[in-house]
């Protein structure tokens, strides 16, 4: 999508369509011709409230040929995730009667809503919203694509001034539909393999680091939760390492870790899951998936910090060689003097049995600060609905700044705790732990079992079970994979920049 600026009057504009954001119950400024069309209108058709949309015919009142009023909701109320929702629903009105070209007004005097962040809401959400997942379809009849976007600018802002913040959110809305592209792929198109060509795609592209651990590089390393949830698929699990310099590293900067659970396709193995709905455990590799859109959108921002992407890749298929309720089995150990053993309770329990290794490795790497993301568990989704993800961890600085994160962004964290009772509901009488507390406080339980590969560590687990795909239309989120987390990590990492590198001894510009 083309973007461009203009900094002329928004309704002496020739065009399709220009879009008029408004606050509930508060005139709009304007030319009389502007005045006479909303005279027309009732209370009812338009007021400004949140989610309101009218689409107006000027009928050569304006020079523009359509007016799309789009409401933002009480001003006192208004933040910038009102504006991209707005947005959003506006760019799939367009898109849905058939529009290509638009002209969109940036409001500059909105109270905490600074105009460069206001437009780059707006760019971010009209990219989220108008993405399509069409790459099986036949059909040539696709919906019409928005292809050119022109930004009004107020009289006393310059393109120059908001550029920065336009570059970024499409870098960040890129790297979050290059995730959702791949997310909503299915279990036969992408396999651990698949995925760890995708990581080496992304590394050529953007000089990263990438090392794959095939199944016998597992088998040296002693990669034993890898191994045995994927025992039972004819595709080989695989662990993807990917590795981000920034232009000026420090001398001896150890990296923050972002680990990824990516289950390619996730049947449960020998504890079956029911066959409804079975079909979207393809979203099962969100988490790593959002970490490579995370790596991507970091190096294309340059962002001044190194990073470690871990995912843990496995497909969890029954068959003859599938691992069993029962079984008691030995993480990946490093450079410990032995790894640790989990009793396997139901095998559907799978994500933190690869995301221990994952951790375990990153840890032995030297990480810094360690992020996980997994659709962990469908307790989460029970505790917090399909709004918000899981937090928990053993860091309570870094689940604040992240919770912070998911507030700015949309995608929003909600801590839970992790007590040390909760622990104890793990124990095990034949192995260090099980893979399963039981039915209460899942989710938790789920976390408590991932913090004994941390040790001191300062870690977050975020649990998107309920928050990596959609099964309805959202403001911009169509159905399907939704790229979550890549947004909130690049959020905290540009936030974390200045302190870490100070820290760190890295070089400031």
Same mark, same amino acid.
């Given at each position: ?144 694509? @928005?292809?050119? %976007?022109?930004?009004?600018? !107020? $009289?006393?802002?310059?393109?120059? =001034?908001?550029? +920065?913040? &336009?570059?970024? /959110? ?68 695989? @662990?993807?390492? %990917?590795?981000?310099?920034? !232009? $000026?590293?420090?001398?001896?900067? =150890?990296?923050? +870790?972002? &680990?990824?659970? /990516? ?77 640790? $053993? ?168």
């Amino acid at each position: 999508m083309k973007i461009s600026f203009a900094s002329d009057a928004l309704f002496s504009w020739q065009s399709p369509v220009v879009v008029v954001f408004a606050t509930k119950n508060e005139p709009l400024a304007g030319p009389p011709a502007l005045q006479t069309l909303l005279h027309q209108l009732t209370h009812e058709e338009f007021d400004g409230s949140e989610k309101k949309l009218l689409l107006l015919h000027t009928a050569g009142q304006l020079p523009a040929e359509r007016l799309l009023l789009v409401g933002l909701g009480e001003t006192k109320e208004l933040t910038l995730e009102t504006v991209r929702r707005a947005a959003g629903l506006a760019a799939k009105k367009l898109r849905d009667v058939g529009l290509t070209r638009a002209g969109v007004q940036i409001r500059a005097d909105l109270p905490d809503c600074p105009v460069a962040d206001f437009a780059g809401a707006v760019v971010e959400a009209v990219s989220l919203a108008t993405y399509q997942f069409n790459q099986f379809k036949t059909s040539d009849n696709h919906s019409t694509q @928005l292809e050119s %976007l022109t930004l009004a600018l !107020p $009289t006393d802002v310059t393109a120059s =001034s908001i550029r +920065a913040a &336009i570059d970024r /959110a499409r870098i960040i809305a890129d790297a979050t539909n290059y995730a959702r592209s791949i997310g909503n792929l299915p279990g036969n198109v992408v396999t651990p393999a698949v995925l760890a060509h995708y990581a080496r795609q992304l590394a050529r592209q953007y000089r990263l680091k990438c090392t794959i651990l095939n199944q016998a590089a597992l088998r040296r390393g002693q990669f034993g939760g890898l191994l045995a949830v994927g025992g039972g698929s004819t595709h080989e699990p695989h @662990l993807i390492v %990917l590795e981000y310099q920034p !232009p $000026t590293p420090g001398r001896h900067a =150890s990296p923050i +870790a972002l &680990i990824g659970k /990516a289950i390619t396709f996730d049947s449960g193995g020998i504890s079956l899951k029911p066959s409804e709905k079975m079909d979207e455990m393809k979203f099962d590799k969100c988490g790593g998936v959002a970490v490579l859109g995370t790596l991507r959108a970091a190096a294309e921002l340059r962002l001044p910090i190194p990073l470690l992407g871990v995912i843990a890749a496995a497909e969890n298929l029954p068959s003859a060689t599938s691992y069993r309720p029962g079984d008691i089995i030995t993480s990946y150990r490093g450079k410990e003097k032995r790894g640790v $053993t989990i009793e396997v309770l139901n095998t559907d329990a799978e994500g933190r049995i690869v995301l221990c290794d994952a951790l375990a490795y990153a840890r032995q790497r030297g990480a810094r600060t360690m992020i996980d993301l997994a659709t962990l568990t469908g307790a989460c989704v029970v505790a917090l609905g399909p709004h918000c993800a899981g937090l928990l961890g053993n860091d309570l600085s870094l689940q604040e700044q992240l919770r912070a994160a998911g507030q700015r962004t949309g995608d929003r964290v909600w801590p839970l705790p992790l007590w040390p009772e909760y622990k104890e509901m793990i124990k095990s009488d034949v192995a260090d732990h099980k893979n399963t507390g039981g039915r209460y406080g899942g989710a938790i339980t789920a976390a408590a079992f991932l913090a004994r590969y941390v040790g001191d560590t300062p870690w977050a687990h975020i649990d998107i079970a309920g928050t990596a795909w959609t099964s309805e239309e959202k403001p911009y989120h169509p159905k399907g994979a939704t790229g979550f987390g890549i947004r909130l990590l690049v959020d905290w990492l540009s936030r974390s920049c200045g302190p870490l590198q100070q820290e760190m001894g890295i070089p400031q510009s």
